[in-house]
């Protein structure tokens, strides 16, 4: 989706959806969806639009990797604060195991790790 390297990114997306294409149906070569891709690329823009459409905002990659485990496994915090927001589980777990916390972890990133932390306390009711 080189289109999300410039302005155009939007306009694509708004003519698949014309097209009554499913937002999570939309992927590159590598199967990772719009959502993952815009994560990537820190496109706000475009990840606002995809989840207000609709996007999965759990959806994972062919790795098992959902958008918030690559922005904390990339160090990118002010996606993973972004995708805090509208409610990304922190939770989530790939095919391994692993969740956002143990890639922001293995990474070192400990601002994100922070992060996430305190995200996770804010979900939990006890």
């Given at each position: 989706?080189?289109a999300f ?71 990118k915090e002010k996606i ?47």
């Amino acid at each position: 989706m080189s289109a999300f390297d410039n302005n155009g990114g939007i306009e694509i997306l708004k003519l698949f959806l014309e097209n009554k294409t499913n937002i999570d149906a939309v992927a590159n070569f590598d199967d990772k969806s719009a959502l993952i891709i815009a994560s990537e690329r820190e496109k706000e823009k475009i990840i606002r639009f995809l989840l207000k459409h609709g996007a999965n905002i759990n959806l994972q990659d062919k790795e098992s990797k959902s958008a918030l485990m690559i922005a904390c496994e990339r160090e990118k915090e002010k996606i993973v604060r972004f995708l805090l927001k509208p409610g990304a589980d922190v939770n989530f777990r790939d095919k391994k195991g692993n969740t956002a916390l143990t890639f922001a972890q293995e990474n070192k990133h400990w601002k994100i790790v922070d992060v996430l932390t305190k995200a996770s306390e804010k979900k939990d009711p006890f």
